[in-house]
Every structure is written in C-alpha cells, then in structure tokens.
C-alpha cells in the first residue's frame, strides 16, 4: 500500500485532467469560502482597524529589521509549533495533525499534476509521504476528537455528540481515513470496495473544502495573521490597546492547585 500511487491507479477510469480539474476547483472553494466569511463576519475589517488604533499607542517605532525579526520568529515559533496551545497533549496532537495533513495535500497535488498516469513510475518517496501524512492526520485528528475536544474533555458531553462546530475536524478525518481505505483496498485487488472508498474520499473532499464557510477550516490563516499582529503589538509597546501587565505577583491561593483548570 505504501508505494502505492492511487491516483495513477485510476487513471483510465478518471482522465489525469479531471482530477487536476477537481485540485484546481477544490482551491477555488476555499478561496471563495474564505473571502465570503471574511466579508460576512467583518473579522478582517475589524483586525485592521484595531491594528491601525495600535498603531497609535506604540512606544517604539519597530525598523523594517526588527518587524522582520518579530514576523520570522512568529513564523518559527507560534505558527509552525502552535505555540498558543501550551505545552501538553493539546499540541502534540495539533501539530501531528497538521504537519500531516500538510504533507498529505502536498503529495496530493505533486501526485495528480506530476505522475498522474499508470505509465510513469512515481517515486516511493512520494508514495510514502502521502500515506505518512494522511496517517499522522488520523492519529492527531482521531486523539483530538475522541479525548481532547472541549465538549469532551471538559464538559462531559459523549464523544458521539456531534455540532457543527466538528464539521471541519471530521471532514479532514474522512478525507484521510477513506483516503487510506481506497488506497490500501486498490492496491490488495479488491477492486469494488475501492470505488466505494474513491466515491467516499471525494464527497469528503467535497464537504472538506466546500464547507470552508461554515467550518473552522480559515482559522490556519486567520490564526498566523493574529499571532504576528499580537508579537508585533508587544514588540512596539502597544500591547493590542490593553493595560499594562500588574506589578503584584499572581496570587490565586491554594485552591487552584486542587483540580487541573480545564473549564473553559
Ligand atoms: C494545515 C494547517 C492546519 C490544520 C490541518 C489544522 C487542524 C486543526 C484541527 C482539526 C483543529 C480542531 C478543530 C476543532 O476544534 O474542531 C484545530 C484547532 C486549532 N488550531 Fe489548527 N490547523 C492548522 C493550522 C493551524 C495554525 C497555523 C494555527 C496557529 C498558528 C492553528 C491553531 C489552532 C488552535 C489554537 C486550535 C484550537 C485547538 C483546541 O481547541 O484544542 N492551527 N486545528
């Protein structure tokens, strides 16, 4: 299965240009589902004025070096290790999940655009890499959805409770598992059951990324521009128009050490 290229496998069912056709609309979908949330929500409109009202209380005037630094280290740091999330289980999962399905949309397209047809051998490193990344998608997704989600974890609610807010993570879990099923079910011969997988691994498309309206799918975007607005705004004194930090040290008494604070 692992060496398996499953798209080069239905090349004679699905022209190589369908389903370059099909990547190219799925990118449209969540360009115009982002764009309408942004217009329909005003979050961008907002952002920016508050950035521009920052912009007023800053104490320092960052050079063009030092904005560089600031946006750099946002990039290393609270992006690419979603620092925002603590250190903990949490995380761990997050970027397990994303990293994974990063490398899995990564081989995706290298493999629809670049070795699309049975007749060109696509390189096993590539093969690997998809399976790996739709692999550490499931285990980061599956880990968050079945112990870490708030409703679960915290508020007692069974992990079979389903609201719209899960649209996104269960989206991006289908695509991953049926992904994996169509591509082992190919490659062992059982040719019927794959058609059912490939059937299921492109409605879950459908609703991954046709869905970006009403799912959480644009805070990867929405979540890198606030975190390098935020070090930007610390960096220049203006602390997103917030008080100052207090003086006195933080004490919240012995009661806080009784139960580990997840009631959020
Ligand atoms: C390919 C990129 C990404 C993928 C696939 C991804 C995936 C996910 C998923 C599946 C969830 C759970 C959603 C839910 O609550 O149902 C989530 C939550 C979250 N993501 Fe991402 N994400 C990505 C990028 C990012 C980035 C770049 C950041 C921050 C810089 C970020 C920060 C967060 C935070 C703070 C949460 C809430 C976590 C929690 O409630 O435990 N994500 N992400």
Redesign the pocket.
Known sequence: MFYNNPFSGISELVSPIMMQLFLITMVALVAAGTLIDIIHKKNVKYFFQNARKAKKNAKVQLTTSKRASVILKTVAH??AT?A??GRGK?RVA?VL??YG??IFWAASAFMIFAFPSAGIETPSSLTMAWHIGAIMTCLG?YW?WFF???DVSAEANPWYRIIQ??L??LA?LACATFGLAWSFTQSSGMQNLSYIFLVLFIVANLVLFGGVYWS?FA??FY??GA?IQKNLAEADGSRDNLPPPAEAPEQFGLGIKREEPKHY
């Open positions: 609270d992006i979603t925002e999330l949490r997050h999940g994303m399905t990063i997704g968050f870490l989600r708030v807010a899960d996104f993570v991006l959480k805070h990867m979540k890198p975190a």
